[in-house]
């Protein structure tokens, strides 16, 4: 690599130090500077390696993405692929390669220090949405770039990427109301999810917006699994709801089944609501009504965003909220498709 940067420097009749300058689009390369050096990076088929690039510019070109989520649920849950999918597709057309970490509530304290002081990272994605979550507290105590992907619990001055959980949540209640259901019970998530606390949040403000007293008999918290979703329908139905709102789709669609295996029809005695709009809602029988979030637009928002923060780290933290829509289908009665 040297001795090619010592060749590409002499042919342009620029130095070494140049070369790398413009490798590394510095905005204060003269233009005709940069031309020169780029025509014969290209005649010459030069390929600046990782590491060199690094060397030259103080990084690394390499983002961690920080899952913390017991591993059973990170590939049974169809969300956290559509995650990294979009994640790894931004990160591709920046050039940039993205290094996976996972990290559940049993990981040693090390391993969490390893990823904010140790790794050779530029910087992170973090989807943690857990009220403490380690992760965040060790990044925290160092200067290495991130963001969240969901809203931090408390702290303000953190960089984050998400939607707003709890108007969606209410949204997607109010419909129900609207639809003459007065019995609305939920499946929540667990109560140390931000996320999850967010949309029991929505599901109570539509409640109280509309003189409704809410009923603890029809709030099942859960873990965000098909399987809790299931007990859940279970302990639900001996308090006579007429709608249930999921948190989120994988949910949704074991209760649909779960209710058809009670003799429940779906949306006929209870209508069904779930969250997410993964690719279960449509195919499900009866199509799953819920709360579409842009999975692919929030991952390419937190790359951006940290890319923003890596380039400049004094720039203040990026703080964005994309909007959601209520896909309406079959089962809250009010469409066919």
Same mark, same amino acid.
């Given at each position: 690599?040297?001795?090619?940067?010592?060749?590409?420097?002499?042919?342009?009749?620029?130095?070494?130090?140049?070369?790398?300058?413009?490798?590394?689009?510095?905005?204060?390369?003269?233009?005709?500077?940069? /031309?020169?050096?780029?025509?014969?990076?290209?005649?010459?088929?030069?390929?600046?390696?990782?590491?060199?690039?690094?060397?030259?510019?103080?990084?690394?070109?390499?983002?961690?993405?920080?899952?913390?989520?017991?591993?059973?649920?990170?590939?049974?849950?169809?969300?956290?692929?559509?995650?990294?999918?979009?994640?790894?597709?931004?990160?591709?057309?920046?050039?940039?390669?993205?290094?996976?970490?996972?990290?559940?509530?049993?990981?040693?304290?090390?391993?969490?220090?390893?990823?904010?002081?140790?790794?050779?990272?530029? +910087?992170?994605?973090?989807?943690?949405?857990?009220?403490?979550?380690?992760?965040?507290?060790?990044?925290?105590?160092?200067?290495?770039?991130?963001?969240?992907?969901?809203?931090?619990?408390?702290?303000?001055?953190?960089?984050?990427?998400?939607?707003?959980?709890?108007?969606?949540?209410?949204?997607?209640?109010?419909?129900?109301?609207?639809?003459?259901?007065?019995?609305?019970?939920?499946?929540?998530?667990?109560?140390?999810?931000?996320?999850?606390?967010?949309?029991?949040?929505?599901?109570?403000?539509?409640?109280?917006?509309?003189?409704?007293?809410?009923?603890?008999?029809?709030?099942?918290?859960?873990?965000?699994?098909?399987?809790? /979703?299931?007990?859940?329908?279970?302990?639900?139905?001996?308090?006579?709801?007429?709608?249930?709102?999921?948190?989120?789709?994988?949910?949704?669609?074991?209760?649909? /089944?779960?209710?058809?295996?009670?003799?429940?029809?779906?949306?006929?005695?209870?209508?069904?609501?779930?969250?997410?709009?993964?690719?279960?809602?449509?195919?499900?029988?009866?199509?799953?009504?819920?709360?579409?979030?842009?999975?692919?637009?929030?991952?390419?928002?937190?790359?951006?965003?940290?890319?923003?923060?890596?380039?400049?780290?004094?720039? +203040?933290?990026?703080?964005?909220?994309?909007?959601?829509?209520?896909?309406?289908?079959?089962?809250?009665?009010?469409?066919?498709?």
């Amino acid at each position: 690599m040297a001795d090619t940067l010592e060749r590409i420097a002499e042919l342009a009749g620029v130095s070494r130090s140049t070369v790398s300058r413009v490798l590394n689009q510095d905005p204060h390369v003269r233009d005709s500077t940069r /031309a020169r050096v780029l025509e014969i990076v290209e005649r010459e088929r030069f390929e600046p390696n990782r590491a060199a690039r690094g060397l030259a510019s103080g990084r690394a070109g390499m983002i961690g993405v920080v899952i913390s989520v017991d591993l059973a649920h990170l590939f049974s849950d169809p969300y956290f692929p559509l995650v990294l999918k979009g994640i790894y597709d931004a990160a591709r057309s920046r050039d940039l390669v993205v290094s996976l970490w996972i990290v559940d509530e049993e990981d040693d304290p090390r391993a969490v220090n390893k990823i904010a002081r140790g790794s050779m990272l530029d +910087g992170a994605i973090v989807a943690a949405g857990a009220t403490n979550d380690p992760t965040v507290a060790a990044l925290c105590s160092t200067s290495k770039p991130f963001v969240l992907l969901g809203r931090p619990a408390d702290d303000p001055s953190l960089s984050y990427v998400d939607v707003d959980n709890r108007d969606a949540a209410a949204a997607a209640t109010t419909h129900l109301l609207a639809r003459g259901r007065r019995r609305i019970a939920t499946v929540a998530g667990p109560s140390f999810s931000i996320a999850a606390i967010d949309r029991k949040a929505g599901y109570l403000d539509a409640l109280v917006r509309a003189g409704i007293e809410p009923d603890p008999d029809l709030v099942y918290e859960s873990d965000f699994s098909a399987a809790s /979703a299931v007990v859940g329908t279970r302990r639900l139905i001996d308090h006579e709801p007429d709608a249930i709102v999921a948190a989120n789709d994988v949910m949704a669609v074991a209760i649909m /089944a779960e209710l058809a295996a009670m003799g429940r029809r779906v949306p006929d005695d209870v209508a069904v609501v779930g969250f997410d709009d993964l690719p279960i809602a449509a195919q499900a029988n009866p199509s799953l009504t819920t709360v579409r979030q842009p999975i692919g637009l929030l991952a390419r928002e937190a790359l951006g965003a940290l890319t923003e923060l890596i380039a400049d780290p004094s720039s +203040g933290p990026r703080q964005i909220v994309i909007p959601t829509e209520l896909i309406i289908r079959s089962s809250c009665g009010s469409a066919t498709r």
